[in-house]
């Protein structure tokens, strides 16, 4: 792939005084300076900042874009980010993308702050520095991949695996058993972020499928952190990975790695599957522009209700009140909806969906999977013709809508229990 054509963006344009502080000359002396132990002579190289290492979904999700969309360009791929010991970020996560990138630290804030705003590739002679957010470098991956390009993947390497055996053997894990990677993003999940609190869910409701899944004699390993919430029950076959005595993060790679499919929520942890290239049963979700999936995966939006009337939304309505561009809890304030999560029976009927999918017996629902998607792309081929207010907030360069690719995948079982979604 190539470098954006006709997207110039004058970097100073919303914010002049703020651009010209955090992209002074200083600043970008310290960038090169973090930047240049890493340098190659002869070799051409992309520089890039992340800005939220710790946390998962960035640190594994904007790596990955960048080597799809800049691997084949540039011989080397340098990621720059801000050490900050009281915000620990991934180490397994990390090891497996310097699979594919290579990693510098900054002590600096303001450098670090790069990583927030957007513009062109710069060149500056030694190396090149790709200023982009997030969204939109994530949401360049996605127009790619409407435009054809076939997403490489990351894999993990056979040292890290060898490493995690002794843990899957004490658990009593065999190389012959059936494993899934569950996550859910719980209440207390960043709890100094509760803005982000309507992408939360309640274990409870998943157990009914986790009892179905451990019936099926799969395994079920629990990713997340030590301050998770316990699970609702238990069971030999189900694990809670980051309680165990001797847990470590790069077994969140191990797992994700010998997962059959991935079952996720709307948090960081999904992503790891995500870029492995691993089947995803995506739960409990909101319609959020700069995600993506694969042909593979299957997909549960959570349920929209007008504040007002008390309804449920459809899904063009819903894209249509611009609610794919919610970032926060205030922003449903402003559109005066509540984003509910899926009960019990929703969850288990999309889990037992996507086992028969996984095994070719899915159900015949080619007219309204094709009606999903029509809506969809109706709305992804105006949305990016809308002014930049109307688009993602923070990155108006962002013009795609993740769940618009082709080949996206809704539960078919929660269109049978809600017949009114994919309605005019």
């Known amino acids: 792939m190539t470098q954006e054509q006709g997207k110039v963006h004058d970097l100073r344009a919303s914010d002049p005084e703020d651009m010209w502080r955090v992209f002074s000359f200083e600043n970008l002396q310290r960038l090169a300076n973090a930047v240049k132990p890493r340098l190659v002579g002869g070799e051409l190289t992309l520089v890039y900042v992340l800005s939220m290492p710790s946390r998962i979904g960035h640190l594994a999700l904007e790596p990955h874009a960048l080597f799809n969309h800049y691997g084949e360009e ?13 915000f620990p970020l991934s180490q397994g996560v990390k090891e497996l993308a310097s699979g594919y990138v290579t990693f510098a630290t900054t002590e600096f804030s303001e450098v670090a702050e790069m990583g927030h705003h957007d513009g062109n590739i710069q060149d500056f002679g030694i190396f090149s520095f790709a200023i982009a957010a997030p969204q939109t470098l994530i949401g360049r991956f996605v127009d790619a991949q409407a435009g054809g390009h076939q997403p490489r993947y990351f894999s993990i390497s056979p040292e890290m695996r060898a490493r995690g055996e002794p843990m899957l053997r004490r658990l009593g894990i065999t190389p012959g058993d059936k494993l899934i990677g569950f996550h859910a993003r719980t209440p207390g999940t960043h709890a100094n972020a509760a803005y982000h609190d309507y992408r939360n869910a309640s274990l409870e409701n998943y157990e009914p499928l986790l009892r179905y899944l451990l019936e099926q004699d799969y395994w079920v390993v629990r990713l997340g952190d030590r301050q998770s919430p316990d699970l609702s029950f238990t069971h030999p076959r189900l ?40 089947p995803i049963l995506r739960l409990n979700c909101a319609a959020t522009h700069h995600v993506w999936l694969s042909p593979d995966d299957l997909l549960l939006l959570k349920n929209y209700r007008d504040r007002r ?3 449920a939304l459809g899904y063009r309505e819903l894209l249509e009140r611009g609610l794919s561009t919610v970032v926060a809890a205030r922003d449903l304030d402003r559109h005066e909806v509540d984003i509910i999560e899926n009960t019990a029976d ?3 009927a999309a889990g037992m969906e996507m086992l028969d999918r996984l ?14 998607r029509e809506i969809g792309a109706d709305f ?21 809508y993740g769940y618009g690719l082709p080949w996206t995948r809704h539960a078919h079982s929660y269109f049978e229990a809600h017949p009114g979604f994919l309605e005019t």
Do not use: W
């Open 74 to 86: 540039y011989d080397r791929l340098v990621i720059v980010y801000r050490d900050n010991p009281s």
């Open 309 to 311: 009337t008390g309804q």
């Open 359 to 372: 095994a070719g017996r899915g159900p015949d629902d080619a007219v309204t999977q094709a009606r999903f």
């Open 239 to 278: 694990v809670d990975l980051p309680k165990q005595p001797d847990y470590q993060d790069f077994m969140d790679v191990v797992i994700a790695d010998r997962s059959v499919f991935g079952l996720v929520g709307d948090s960081g942890p999904e992503a790891i599957f995500r870029i492995m290239g691993k």
């Open 380 to 400: 992804a081929e105006r949305f990016q013709f809308l002014p930049p207010e109307q688009r993602l907030p923070g990155s108006p360069l962002v013009t795609c």
């Open 346 to 348: 929703e969850l288990l």
